[in-house]
C-alpha cells in the first residue's frame, strides 16, 4: 500500500511539473492559434496560446524583433489583438492603431478625437482604455463618451458611429467590445459616480442597436420605460433594492470590462461591477438587507435577446467597492472525475469561484488567492459568504483585506490546460473605511465615505503572481513582485507564462514551476497583458508597454519612479532569433524635482480648502498630488503650476487634445486654493514647510 501510494503521489508531481505527455485537462477549444482575434485570445478569455515554437527550451533565445514608439499615448492598458498578419490596439483614449505585425510598421491610426465629441466624459475618468474587437473585416472600440466605433480593418475608415450611453446618464467607456456571431456588445463604466449600470449590444454590419440589460433596476421617480415593469428580471432585481435607493446615486452595476461570449450555449457572461455609492445604508436606505441585485455579480444573458438567464452573485449588498469585473474564463474541468463546462472567475474580493456555465452554481468551495479579512468562506449550498462581523461600518471604522483595488482586477488572468493551472496577477494591500474624522493624506471621499488604502499586514504593498489549480481549489506556486501593480497574463502550450511589472521587467516563467527562464527590460512599467501569434510563418509575443491608470488614485502606494512623459510608451514585439534593440530611455526615480517661489505666501484657509479640492484632480494627479508618472504630470514639478497666472487660465481653458480636460466653472477663489496646496505640497517635498497630514479642525473637507 505505502509503495502504490508513493507511486501515485510521483505520478501527480510529474504530471503537475509538466512532464506529462497529454494535458492536465481538457484543452479542445481552448485559447487561440495563428491569430489572436480577442482581448483574451480565444472567446474564452483564458488568454492561453496554443503555439509551440516559443517555449521552455527555446526562450532563452528569445529577443526583441521590432518596436513601435507611439507619441502622445500614457496609460496603455489594452492588449493587442492580432489577426492575418496585422496587429490592432486602443491607445489611452482609444485612438486605435493598425501595424504590421512581421515589420512593425503602422499601417494606418483612427482617433476618435473624445475631446471634440464628448469632452465632459474626461472629468469622470483618467485616459484607458482595454482594447478592441475584431469580427468579419471590422474593428470595434469603444471611445471615453460612450461612443461604439465600427473601423473597416484594412483602411482604418469609420464605418458607423453609435451613441452607446443615452442621454443624461452619467456612464464612460473603458473597456474592450466583444463580438458574438455579427453582434458587438459593450459596456462602461462610472458607478463611482452615480452612474447606473447596463449593457448594449448593435449589429455588427449596421450598428442598429439590438438590445440592452440594465445590471440594476429603475425606479419610479426615474420614469423611464425600460424599467422594471413588466420585466421578469427587473422585478425580482427592484425586490432587492429599498424603494428610493437611486436617491443620489445610480445604483452602480457598471460592466466596464469582463464579458465572455459562450457560442455553444448561445449567451454571453457579464461581470457587475461594484454597487455605487459604497455605503448601503445611505444608497439604500429603505432595505437594510436588501442584496441589492445584481451589482458585483456574473449574470448570463442570451446572446440574441439580452433575457436573464440566471446570475450568481459573489458579494451581496457590496460595501466594500467589490466587483465582478475581471475576466471570466470558460474550461472543461475534471471534477470527481467527470468533464465539467464551467466558468472561472477571480473577482477583486479575493476568493476563486468555478461556476457551472449552464446553471450558474458553485461547484467546488471557493479558495483564498490573497488576504481576505471580510468573509470566512463561501457557504457551499448556498452559495453566499459567510461574512466576519462588523465589516460594514457599524462601529464607524472598517478595516478590510483586500482593498478596493482588490486582489485580482482588471489585468487579465490566464489559464493553461496543460498544467491545468490558472495565472493570476494578485495584489495585497487594505483599505480603511470610515464615515467620519479626519482626511489623512491618502485619504480621499467616494460620495460621502472616506477611503484610504493601507499597508499593515505581512506581504501587503506588493504585487503576486499566482499559480491557481481549480480542481484543488489551492495555490500551487507564487512569484513575488517588489510592486503591488503589474501586468496581466499570458500562459501558453510551450509551458510558458509571460507577465510584464511595474518596474518595467518582462519576464517568462515556467508554467509549472514558477521558475523564471527569461527576463527584458522594457524602460517603462508594464500594466496590460501581453499575447501571442503567429505571421509568416513564426510565432511573436507582443505587449504594450505603459504603466499609469488607477495608479495615480493610489498615490505612494503604486509611485514606482515613472515620470510624465519622460519614458515612451511603446509596442514591443518578440521573436525566437530576434536582434532588435531599444532605444535607452531615463530611468524611473523617486526624486521629485519640486518647483518653488520664494515670494509666494500661502493662506492656511486657502490650503485646506484646496485639499478639499484637489480630489477632482486626483485621478490623473494623485491623492494629494502625488504624482505617479502616469496619466497627467506631477503638478509639484510644473512650471505652469508655480505661479497662479498661468496656472489659473489654463485649467480653465483645458488642454483637451492631450487628455487634459477643462474646468470653466472653477471660480477665481478655487483656482487660487488649489494653487496653494499644490504649491504647499512643493514646499513639503523640499523641506521648506512640516507635512500636515490633518487639515485644521474648521477646514471644510
Known amino acids: 500500500m505505502r509503495r502504490h501510494w508513493m507511486l501515485l503521489a510521483a505520478a501527480g508531481a510529474l504530471a503537475l511539473a509538466g512532464c506529462s505527455k497529454g494535458p492536465v485537462q481538457p484543452e479542445q477549444g481552448v485559447g487561440a492559434e495563428a491569430n489572436w482575434p480577442g482581448v483574451g485570445g480565444g472567446a474564452d478569455e483564458t488568454a492561453y496560446s496554443r503555439l509551440t515554437e516559443i517555449d521552455t527550451g527555446s526562450i532563452g533565445k528569445l529577443g526583441l524583433a521590432w518596436s513601435l514608439d507611439l507619441p502622445g499615448e500614457v496609460t496603455l492598458e489594452a492588449t493587442p489583438v492580432a489577426v492575418d498578419g496585422v496587429i490592432y490596439f486602443s491607445g489611452s483614449y482609444a485612438a486605435v492603431y493598425a501595424v504590421d505585425a512581421v515589420s512593425g510598421k503602422l499601417l494606418w491610426k483612427y482617433d476618435p478625437e473624445t475631446w471634440k465629441h464628448g469632452p465632459a466624459a474626461m472629468h469622470f475618468s483618467f485616459g484607458a482604455n482595454r482594447g478592441v474587437a475584431y469580427e468579419d473585416g471590422r474593428v470595434f472600440v469603444a471611445a471615453l463618451d460612450g461612443r461604439l466605433i465600427a473601423l473597416d480593418a484594412k483602411t482604418g475608415k469609420e464605418l458607423w458611429v453609435q451613441q452607446s450611453v443615452p442621454a443624461g446618464m ?17 459596456g462602461n463604466a462610472g458607478a463611482d459616480f452615480g452612474a447606473r449600470g447596463f449593457v448594449t449590444a448593435f449589429d455588427g454590419k449596421t450598428g442598429k442597436l439590438l438590445w440592452r440589460f440594465f445590471t440594476v433596476p429603475g425606479t419610479a421617480e426615474q420614469n423611464r420605460p425600460e424599467n422594471n415593469g413588466g420585466d421578469p428580471a427587473m422585478e ?20 466596464w470590462n469582463g464579458m465572455t461570449f459562450d457560442a455553444e450555449l448561445n449567451r454571453v457572461y457579464i461581470g457587475v461591477g461594484n454597487a455605487g455609492g459604497y455605503d448601503p445604508s445611505v444608497r439604500d436606505p429603505g432595505d437594510p438587507k436588501g442584496d441589492n441585485l445584481y451589482t458585483s455579480s456574473i449574470v448570463a444573458l442570451d446572446a440574441d435577446t439580452g433575457k436573464y438567464l440566471w446570475h450568481y452573485q459573489e458579494n451581496p449588498r457590496d460595501s466594500w467597492d467589490y ?10 474541468l475534471n471534477l470527481s472525475g467527470v468533464p465539467t463546462k464551467v466558468l472561472m472567475h477571480a473577482p477583486t474580493n479575493g476568493f476563486f469561484y468555478v461556476l457551472d456555465r449552464q446553471t450558474g452554481k458553485l461547484l467546488n468551495q471557493p479558495g483564498k ?12 449550498k448556498t452559495g453566499r459568504p459567510v461574512e466576519e462581523p462588523n465589516i460594514r461600518y457599524e462601529t464607524g471604522e472598517t478595516k478590510m483585506w483586500p482593498g478596493t483595488v482588490g486582489g485580482h482586477n482588471w489585468q487579465a488572468m490566464s489559464y493553461s490546460p496543460k498544467t491545468g493551472l490558472v495565472y493570476i496577477p494578485i495584489q495585497q494591500i487594505g483599505a480603511r473605511f470610515y464615515k467620519n474624522g479626519p482626511q489623512t493624506a491618502d485619504a480621499f471621499n467616494v460620495m460621502g465615505l472616506m477611503l484610504e488604502p493601507i499597508v499593515e499586514r505581512e506581504g501587503d504593498g506588493h504585487g503576486y503572481l499566482v499559480a491557481w489549480d481549480p480542481v484543488a481549489q489551492k495555490e500551487r506556486w507564487r512569484v513575488t513582485n ?14 510558458l507564462v509571460f507577465q510584464g511589472t511595474a518596474e518595467g521587467m518582462f519576464n517568462a516563467y515556467d508554467a509549472a514551476s514558477g521558475k523564471r527562464l527569461w527576463q527584458f527590460d522594457a524602460g517603462l512599467g508594464i500594466v496590460g497583458a501581453p499575447m501571442s501569434f503567429r505571421a509568416g510563418g513564426k510565432q511573436y509575443v507582443s505587449v504594450l508597454v505603459g504603466y499609469g491608470g488607477t495608479t495615480a488614485a493610489y498615490g505612494k502606494f503604486m509611485d514606482v519612479g515613472w515620470k510624465y512623459g519622460r519614458q515612451p510608451r511603446r509596442l514591443l514585439t518578440f521573436a525566437i532569433g530576434g536582434t532588435a534593440r531599444l532605444a535607452p530611455s531615463p530611468p524611473r526615480t523617486m526624486k521629485v524635482d519640486a518647483l518653488d517661489d520664494a515670494a509666494l505666501v500661502l493662506n492656511e484657509a486657502d490650503v485646506a480648502a484646496g485639499r478639499a479640492l484637489s480630489v477632482q484632480c486626483a485621478a490623473c494627479h494623485g491623492i494629494g498630488f502625488h504624482a505617479t508618472g502616469t496619466p497627467g ?6 512650471a505652469i503650476a508655480l505661479r497662479l497666472d498661468t496656472f489659473a487660465p489654463f485649467v480653465k481653458a483645458g488642454r483637451m ?24 505640497q512643493a514646499r513639503e517635498v523640499l ?5 500636515s497630514d490633518t487639515p485644521p479642525p474648521n477646514a471644510r473637507l
Not at 452619467?170 to 459593450?186: C, D, H, L, Q
Not at 425586490?239 to 445610480?250: E, H
Not at 466587483?323 to 472543461?332: E, G, L, V, W
Not at 517588489?482 to 509551458?495: D, I, K, M, V, Y
Request: charge should be positive.
Open 687 to 691: 523641506g521648506l514647510r512640516k507635512a
Open 633 to 638: 504630470p506631477d503638478l509639484r514639478e510644473s
Open 482 to 495: 517588489e510592486f503591488l501593480w503589474n501586468g496581466g497574463t499570458l500562459a501558453t502550450a510551450g509551458g
Open 369 to 380: 488567492t490573497t488576504a481576505i479579512s471580510w468573509a470566512k468562506e463561501i457557504d457551499l
Open 323 to 332: 466587483k465582478a469585473t475581471p475576466n471570466i474564463q470558460m474550461a472543461t
Open 236 to 255: 425580482a432585481a427592484a425586490r432587492t433594492w429599498g424603494p428610493d435607493f437611486t436617491k443620489g446615486t445610480g445604483g452602480g452595476g457598471t460592466v
Open 170 to 186: 452619467f456612464n464612460i467607456s473603458t473597456g474592450a467590445p466583444r463580438t458574438m456571431n455579427g453582434k458587438v456588445i459593450i
Open 657 to 680: 487634445d492631450a487628455g487634459m480636460p477643462s474646468f470653466p466653472t472653477l471660480t477665481d477663489d478655487q483656482l487660487r486654493q488649489l494653487h496653494a496646496y499644490i504649491r504647499a
